[in-house]
Every structure is written in C-alpha cells, then in structure tokens.
C-alpha cells in the first residue's frame, strides 16, 4: 500500500477554503489539510502556510481506500518542500583519482607530524 497513516508523503496543493487546504498525489489519491491540523497556534488564513501549487510534505492521518481519500496534517513537521531538484550528470575529469593519489602521501604524512606521530614519517 503506498498511502500508510503515519507516513510522511508529498503532493501539491490543488485547492484552498475557509477550513482547509486540498492536496493531490497522483491520478486517484487526494487528501484535505483541515484548519485544526495547519499549526498548533491560530490559523486566520490558510494562504500563510500553502499555495495552491506549492508541493509540500504532509504526514498521513487516516487514509480511505475506497473512496481514495486522505485526511493530513502538517503540524510539527517540516512541510515545506524547497528544495529544487536538478537532475546533474556527473562529469569525470581527464585526471580522475590521480590527482587525489598524489597527494594522499603528503596529506598523511602531515596529519601524523601535526599530531606528532614520529614513528611513520
């Protein structure tokens, strides 16, 4: 089951009322931030805490499987999801470890005389 209560998922805001904020997750799940479960101080305008198309995390509450229905929260976690992710490749240099190599000598031999190690240098 992907939809577990307890569990920390992320979606992307779709709808904002007065008592809460809708989130959807893929072509059938969908879930409601109730007012109660924003924060555990006075909420007077949801829009302080999502926007519709903010992706952010919420933790599961209770989940309905037959009418794909999640009931979330987003109290005491980290909700918001900032970061933005970049797929970058990986580009190898024509040295690769060589340059590392040649000075992992140096680099021990230089800790060891830091701690005054004589017996390896």
Known sequence: MKYEVGKIVTGTVSGITEYGAFVKFDDYYSGLIHI???????V??????????????????????????LKLSIKNIEYRSNRKFSRQFIVETPHGFSTLKKQLDYWIKDYLKSKKINKYY
């Open 44 to 69: 007077s305008d949801i829009n302080d805490y999502v926007k519709i198309g903010d992706r952010i995390r919420v933790l599961i509450l209770e989940v309905d499987n037959d009418s794909c229905h």
């Open 36 to 42: 109660s479960e924003m924060s555990d101080k006075f």
